[in-house]
């Protein structure tokens, strides 16, 4: 065989070893990810606590002294329909004792779980999702209040001494979607209330029994209406206290400036309430349709105060309250 039939033979055979390795490491990836895929898609309500048991025991001291913690109600509960899901959650309506209420539970195809089971075991994933329904649990368990979401029931299973399954479920009362279209269509009475409510909720979050509260991810979806007041209904975000920080530019974000006093952003909370809840609600409650002339001077002042940012929460709900 000549020089250059041999260097075409071993460039030829080295295209082939190339190409069916490439062709290896794709075939693998993609079973890899169908696999992880069919991991997920596949846990449901009847195969979870098969494939991850053994579940974790209740917490005694919830289980002795909490009125609230109801496992035996909830493990056999059945759901009527689906409401809305999210990252984390999931959530459906059923009825107790023939009153409907709502069930938030893992979402096991939401992109917490999903995401992390890119690289972690389905438990570790869906441990870490029950742990933010653990800490949902325990803020609404501490922030009673007419804007925020009123805890029904609940079952917790988070014991520590072995690589269980935790098992968190959430049962509130229920309430209505709180939609773009839907706030469009309201009058202006309707708007008023949401108006006083959504300031009433902001100078709650200045004052709440277990601190001031940051509420960075207030968006419409998080809320319901109940009885015509809108209340609060995704907690598992809320930021407890003030920022920590070591220098002015650590409570610079979202343009908002605060300084640094004692270690703390003092202040940054409210403005970032404020700031969040008109971006997100302002075009829709400060519509001049429908208002009494006599009012559109009080509404335009107080929606100009909001936008602005320079006012206290507690001149915001006196101000509301005016309308």
Same mark, same amino acid.
């Given at each position: 065989?000549?020089?250059?039939?041999?260097?075409?033979?071993?460039?030829? %055979?080295?295209? +082939?070893?190339?190409?069916?390795?490439?062709?290896?490491?794709?075939?693998? @990836?993609?079973?890899?990810?169908?696999?992880?895929?069919?991991?997920?898609?596949?846990?449901?309500?009847?195969?979870?606590?098969?494939?991850?048991?053994?579940?974790?025991?209740?917490?005694?001291?919830? @289980?002795? @002294?909490?009125?609230?913690?109801?496992?035996?109600?909830?493990?056999?509960?059945?759901?009527?329909?689906?409401?809305?899901?999210?990252?984390?959650?999931?959530?459906?309506?059923?009825?107790?004792?023939?009153?409907?209420?709502?069930?938030?539970?893992?979402?096991? #195809?939401?992109?917490?779980?999903?995401?992390?089971? #890119?690289?972690?075991?389905?438990?570790?994933?869906?441990?870490?999702?029950?742990? #933010? /329904?653990?800490?949902?649990?325990?803020?609404? #368990?501490?922030?009673?209040?007419?804007?925020?979401?009123?805890?029904?029931?609940?079952?917790?299973?988070?014991?520590?001494?072995?690589?269980? +399954?935790?098992?968190?479920?959430?049962?509130?009362?229920?309430?209505?979607?709180?939609?773009? /279209?839907?706030?469009?269509?309201?009058?202006?009475?309707?708007?008023?209330?949401?108006?006083?409510?959504?300031?009433?909720?902001?100078?709650?979050?200045?004052?709440?029994?277990?601190?001031?509260?940051? %509420?960075?991810?207030?968006?419409?979806?998080?809320?319901?209406?109940?009885?015509?007041?809108?209340?609060?209904?995704?907690?598992?975000?809320?930021?407890?206290?003030?920022?920590?920080?070591?220098?002015?530019?650590?409570?610079?974000?979202?343009?908002?400036?605060?300084?640094?006093?004692?270690?703390?952003?003092?202040?940054?909370?409210?403005? /970032?309430?404020?700031?969040?809840?008109?971006?997100?609600?302002?075009?829709?409650?400060?519509? +001049?349709?429908?208002?009494?002339?006599?009012?559109?001077?009080?509404?335009?002042?107080?929606?100009?105060?909001?936008?602005?940012?320079?006012?206290?929460?507690?001149?915001?709900?006196?101000?509301?309250?005016?309308?």
């Amino acid at each position: 065989m000549s020089g250059s039939r041999q260097w075409r033979y071993k460039m030829f %055979l080295g295209l +082939m070893i190339l190409y069916m390795a490439s062709a290896c490491i794709v075939a693998l @990836t993609l079973l890899w990810t169908t696999v992880a895929q069919y991991r997920i898609e596949n846990l449901n309500d009847k195969t979870e606590n098969q494939y991850l048991v053994p579940i974790c025991a209740p917490s005694k001291t919830d @289980t002795d @002294t909490d009125p609230h913690m109801n496992c035996d109600l909830l493990d056999g509960l059945l759901y009527e329909k689906f409401i809305a899901n999210g990252w984390t959650k999931i959530v459906y309506s059923a009825k107790v004792d023939s009153r409907s209420i709502a069930i938030k539970t893992v979402n096991l #195809k939401g992109k917490d779980v999903t995401d992390c089971a #890119k690289t972690n075991s389905v438990l570790v994933c869906y441990n870490k999702a029950v742990e #933010k /329904l653990v800490r949902e649990i325990s803020l609404l #368990k501490q922030l009673k209040h007419s804007t925020i979401i009123r805890l029904k029931h609940y079952c917790s299973k988070t014991a520590e001494e072995s690589p269980c +399954m935790k098992y968190a479920v959430i049962a509130t009362e229920i309430g209505e979607p709180l939609t773009n /279209l839907k706030l469009l269509q309201m009058t202006w009475n309707q708007r008023r209330q949401i108006i006083v409510d959504l300031a009433t909720l902001v100078n709650y979050a200045q004052h709440s029994p277990i601190g001031v509260l940051g %509420l960075p991810d207030l968006r419409r979806p998080q809320f319901v209406l109940v009885n015509g007041h809108m209340k609060l209904t995704d907690l598992d975000d809320i930021i407890v206290g003030e920022p920590s920080c070591s220098t002015n530019d650590d409570c610079s974000n979202f343009n908002i400036t605060i300084k640094c006093i004692s270690s703390r952003c003092e202040g940054y909370n409210s403005k /970032l309430n404020i700031q969040k809840s008109f971006q997100e609600f302002g075009p829709y409650i400060f519509l +001049m349709e429908g208002v009494p002339r006599e009012k559109r001077m009080n509404l335009d002042r107080l929606r100009q105060l909001w936008q602005r940012n320079n006012v206290t929460t507690e001149q915001l709900l006196s101000d509301a309250k005016l309308l």
